[in-house]
């Protein structure tokens, strides 16, 4: 009602000028309204955990044509409900519990049935990534499922020990950032050194690719926290060792050869970094074609979270969030990695501002225009618009 009566206002002389006003207008409102959307998404409130994270277009066909290496028999699971039987059920119950979804003691065999215990996992695993809670495994949740991923659980063992179990899991279910239990840090020195190991080094990545990527990723925390990484060579003397190991490497956790999972380190003091030498690494996924091709430098950044106390983070955008990919890259730290380190460490002395502006100030540069130069932009070009329609009134 109210653009039809300005539109009266325009005469003809004018109406080149009243139109290109309207049209600026409505991009620049569009614009604000896409940043709103953006900002809802990277944001550390309730709405992250149910943010749009499942492909909207995602073809089944296209879905079970997905390679999800050692993972790829959970896709003859589509649409299996309670009373359903198969060896990937009882495949499924081993990687539930390894990820801490699913209690099963030391020891115990999974049988292959679709029990009350394999729903309560699936619901749990549903609330945790923010998918529609069904207690099926539908095609969102399997798609989710066999994405690669960090070895660490998501769900802590200190789960299945808390009596008052609903409750935890509503927690578990909107919180973002973890630490690890007794939330351990760096306590004795601030400033860490890391080594490759002389002996399980990737054959995939040139040694100057590798050192730079681990080094940007290195960068990433110590811009926000107060703590410094150094490259030193000799790997008994680093508080941080990484490896590129395959299968068994004899930490009990062993590598599952391509996809799957990734890589996994230890909570701090510890410093062992861990990344399965069989995944296709690469430090440049613009010349990389390989469909399976993981990007180093993402995974290191997430791992070295790890290691210096933070658990994962259900937020989808996080550096934290357990799987990526195969070629995504998802090198930036966001709110919700920042305020998790900084919960733990303090803000460097570069950091600049608040956790808050650190994103908006990063959106400004990436978007066409930032999202407050936006909303004052939209009122400018109101003001203009309404002062120039009472003219011609
Ligand atoms: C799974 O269930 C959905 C919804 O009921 C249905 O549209 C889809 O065709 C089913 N997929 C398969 C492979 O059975
Ligand atoms: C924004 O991102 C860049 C990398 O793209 C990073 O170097 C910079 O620190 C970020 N912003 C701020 C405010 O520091
Ligand atoms: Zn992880
Ligand atoms: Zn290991």
């Not at 009602?1 to 003809?12: E, L, Q």
């Not at 081993?94 to 065999?109: H, N, R, T």
């Not at 690669?148 to 179990?165: T, Y």
Request: overall charge negative; some cysteine.
């Amino acid at each position: 009602m109210k653009s039809h009566f300005i539109m009266r206002g325009c005469r003809v002389k004018h109406i080149y000028s009243c139109g290109f006003v309207f049209v600026s207008l409505y991009w620049f409102m569009a614009q604000a309204l896409f940043f709103q959307v953006m900002r809802v998404e990277g944001s550390t409130d309730q709405a992250a955990s149910k943010s749009f994270m499942f492909p909207i277009n995602l073809d089944p066909l296209q879905f079970l044509n997905l390679e999800a290496g050692v993972w790829s028999d959970f896709k003859s699971l589509i649409n299996a409900t309670k009373g359903y039987s198969s060896d990937a059920i009882a495949h499924l119950k081993l990687y539930f519990a390894q990820f801490g979804y699913l209690d099963l003691p030391e020891g115990m065999i999974a049988s292959a049935d679709f029990d009350d215990a394999v729903e309560a996992a699936i619901r749990l695993y549903q609330q945790w990534f923010g998918l529609p809670i069904t207690g099926i495994l539908d095609l969102p949740t399997l798609y989710q499922l066999i994405q690669p991923r960090c070895g660490r659980a998501d769900v802590l063992e200190s789960f299945f020990d808390i009596n008052d179990r609903k409750k935890t899991q509503i927690t578990t279910g909107i919180k973002h950032y973890s630490f690890f239990p007794g939330n351990p840090v760096w306590t004795s020195k601030r400033s860490l050194t890391y080594a490759f190991s002389p002996s399980l080094e990737t054959t995939r990545v040139s040694t100057a690719a590798r050192t730079t990527a681990f080094a940007e990723a290195f960068a990433q925390w110590s811009a926000v926290v107060p703590l410094t990484f150094k490259e030193i060579s000799s790997y008994d003397d680093a508080d941080i060792k990484i490896e590129f190991a395959d299968g068994d490497h004899s930490d009990g956790q062993p590598f599952d050869g391509m996809l799957g999972i990734l890589a996994h380190s230890f909570s701090p003091e510890d410093g062992r970094f861990h990344l399965d030498n069989a995944e296709y690494w690469t430090a440049d996924m613009t010349s990389e074609k390989s469909p399976f091709a993981m990007d180093l430098e993402s995974v290191a950044v997430h791992e070295i979270g790890h290691l210096i106390g933070l658990g994962h983070s259900s937020a989808k955008n996080a550096i934290m969030f357990p799987s990526l990919s195969p070629r995504e890259v998802k090198r930036q730290l966001v709110d919700d990695d920042i305020q998790g380190s900084q919960s733990l460490y303090g803000a460097s002395q570069s950091f600049q501002g608040s956790t808050d502006s650190f994103q908006s100030t990063n959106q400004t540069a990436n978007g066409v225009f930032g999202r407050f130069l936006d909303l004052w932009l939209c009122w400018f070009l109101l003001t203009i618009h309404l002062l120039a329609s009472f003219s011609h009134a």
